[in-house]
Every structure is written in structure tokens, then in C-alpha cells.
């Protein structure tokens, strides 16, 4: 099928659920047809990010790459991947895949710069943190970037580990507490680097929408900018804020 995109997800379900439920309600449709074809791999036996960076863990490298092919044998003709921690790979990833990749890292980026916000706090897992995925890219453009400090950091972390354990409400009152400290501490905005964060902070988000940058939201955003211009529709995107 002409423009269909392959999400390599599992990692972990929960924000591959968040990404295809946001397909769903940022795309202008009038019947089921209207939608973006989607082909998704949520798989979760891929090995944990995180440790393998931090940890030397297995690496998650060869298990996303018989993904991604299987991905590519079912026809997806671009490929995105809701973990910002398994961006890492992402090099690696597109040189053995024959379709086109879109980065989440870029796609979340190119909406911060769009704000014109010069502090930028970032939300993150200890990997994507050590592995300066954001960092960098935020000092690249001028700016100034802003994170939680190690004890904060080792919350942050938790958080995300309750809500793969299925603890929301605790989830969210540590992820909370973090952003109102990194807001107090000049973040103007918060890149929410971690594609679970936005799952834990969706009320949060809800709330104060001009406060954040959600990277699940920007890769969404993105796709269905690619597939307009795959298949040659236009204006199928329903806000560009959402």
C-alpha cells in the first residue's frame, strides 16, 4: 500500500498505544479510510535500552533489526520508532533498512526551535541523558538546556518503571514534582524526551499544553506530514498544536 509506515514499537507498549491513538486523533477523517495506514511491530521482547547502555546489557540492536525487516517485508515504506533511548541505534537501523527512517530526535527538535524558547528543561531516561541524544542538539541551536539534577534523575527513572509496571497515579505524581522543579529551576519549556512520559503526564499536558514539547506528538506530526506528501493529500493533519 502506497505511503503505508511502519512503527517498530514494544518499547514499551504503552507509548506505542499513546503513538497510534495520536494518529488517530491528529488525523481529519471523515471514515476509516481517511486514516494513515499503519503497520505496528509492538513486540516487547526487545532488551531494555537503558541497561544495555548503562549497564552492558544485551544489546537491542539485532532483535529491532529482524523487526524492522520483517517491518520492511510487509510493505511499510517509511519506518518510526517511539523510544527516543533506542534512537542510539538509529544509524545502525538505517543502514540495513531499504525505507525511509524518520527520526524522532529531529522531528521533536524542529518544534522546539519553533517556539523560539531559549531554556529548555528535558525529561528523559538515564541512557538518552548519558548518551546526550537531546543535549547536544539543544546546545547546536543556541540553546540552553536544563535537566534534573542525579537524585531527581533517579526519580524520573522510577516514574517510568512504575508506569511499565502499571502504577500510574504514582507514576505521575513523581514525573509531576520533576517538571514543576526543572519549570523553578528556568525551563520555559520541557521536551518530554522519553516517549512514556507523555503517557505519564497526560493530564499535565492536557492542562498547560504551550508548556511542553511531547516527542511522541512531534513524531506523529511528522509521519502524517510524510504520508501527505507520499500520496499527495494535503490539510489531513487536524491541528498542528495538538
Known amino acids: 500500500m502506497k505511503g503505508l509506515i511502519g512503527v517498530l514499537g514494544g518499547m514499551g507498549p504503552a507509548a506505542t498505544v499513546d503513538l497510534f491513538n495520536k494518529f488517530v486523533t491528529f488525523t481529519a477523517a471523515n471514515k476509516d479510510q481517511d486514516h494513515i ?8 521482547d526487545i532488551p531494555d535500552r537503558t541497561n544495555a547502555l548503562l549497564n552492558h546489557g544485551m544489546s537491542p540492536l539485532p532483535t529491532m533489526e529482524n523487526y524492522l525487516k520483517k517491518l520492511e517485508d510487509a510493505g511499510a515504506e517509511c ?5 527516543n533511548t533506542a534512537h542510539f541505534w ?4 538505517k543502514k540495513s533498512c531499504h525505507v525511509e527512517m524518520l527520526n524522532i530526535v529531529e522531528t521533536t527538535m524542529n518544534e ?3 517556539t523560539k524558547k531559549k531554556k529548555v528543561g ?3 531516561t538515564n541512557a538518552t ?3 546526550e541524544l537531546y543535549q547536544k542538539a539543544i546546545e547546536e541551536n543556541d540553546l540552553t538546556c536544563i535537566k534534573p539534577n542525579i537524585d531527581n534523575q533517579n526519580l524520573v527513572m522510577e516514574s517510568i518503571y512504575l508506569l511499565k509496571s502499571g502504577n500510574l497515579l504514582l507514576a505521575e ?3 509531576k514534582k520533576q517538571a514543576e522543579l526543572l519549570f523553578a529551576s528556568g525551563a520555559e519549556i520541557i521536551v518530554l524526551g522519553c516517549t512514556e512520559v507523555p503517557v505519564i503526564l497526560e493530564r499535565e499536558i492536557k492542562n498547560n499544553p504551550e508548556k511542553y514539547i511531547d516527542s511522541t506528538s512531534s513524531l506523529v506530526r511528522a509521519s502524517i ?3 501527505e506528501k507520499r500520496v499527495g493529500k494535503h490539510n489531513l493533519i487536524t491541528n498542528k498544536n495538538s
Do not use: H, K, R
Not at 37 to 44: F, K, R, T
Not at 79 to 83: A, E, L
Open 37 to 44: 495506514p499503519l503497520i505496528i511491530s509492538s513486540i516487547p
Open 79 to 83: 519506518i518510526i520508532i517511539p523510544c
Open 90 to 93: 538509529f544509524l545502525e537501523l
Open 112 to 114: 522546539v526551535i519553533l
Open 122 to 124: 528535558l525529561l528523559a
Open 129 to 131: 541523558l548519558y548518551m
Open 173 to 175: 505524581s513523581i514525573m
Open 225 to 227: 506530514d510524510w504520508y
